[in-house]
């Protein structure tokens, strides 16, 4: 069992910079992916950047790629989101995840359809105007 934190929600205007933290816990060792997914009032869940834990590697969706940073620290067991340039539609709820699935890199999985076995409660991001 994982259990995941989300922190680092607020509210910021427009062009400005928030970094979301999740910190992870219990069986962490089994975990070889994590991402962040975000879901506006009225819209589905998008997925959002997503880490592999053993390279490093890393994916992000093409709204946000160039404004986000995802990133890792495995001494505190937490994976950050760094945004920045900040626009009004990035407002939602913000969710981190983990998967065990071996084998593949993140980006190899990152698609609407495929599902991560941990879930945090997350974080809400309002980007005013």
């Known amino acids: 069992q994982v259990d995941l934190l989300e922190s680092g929600g607020g509210l910021v205007q427009a062009g400005g910079s928030l970094r979301l933290s999740c910190e992870a816990s219990?069986?962490?060792?089994?975990?070889?992916?994590m991402g962040w997914f975000r879901q506006a009032p009225g819209k589905e869940r998008e997925r959002v950047s997503c880490?592999?834990?053993?390279?490093?590697?890393?994916d992000y969706a093409g709204s946000v790629k160039g404004r986000f940073t995802i990133s890792s620290d495995s001494a505190k067991n937490t994976v950050y989101l760094q945004m920045g340039s900040l626009k009004p539609e990035d407002t939602a709820i913000y969710y981190c995840?983990?998967?065990?699935?071996?084998?593949?890199?993140?980006?190899?999985?990152?698609?609407?359809?495929?599902?991560?076995?941990?879930w945090g409660r997350g974080t809400q991001v309002t980007v005013s105007s």
């Open positions: 995840a983990a998967d065990e699935s071996l084998g593949l890199p993140c980006s190899a999985v990152f698609n609407p359809g495929y599902e991560y076995d941990y």
């Open positions: 880490i592999t834990i053993t390279d490093s590697s890393t």
């Open positions: 219990g069986s962490i060792a089994s975990i070889n992916r």
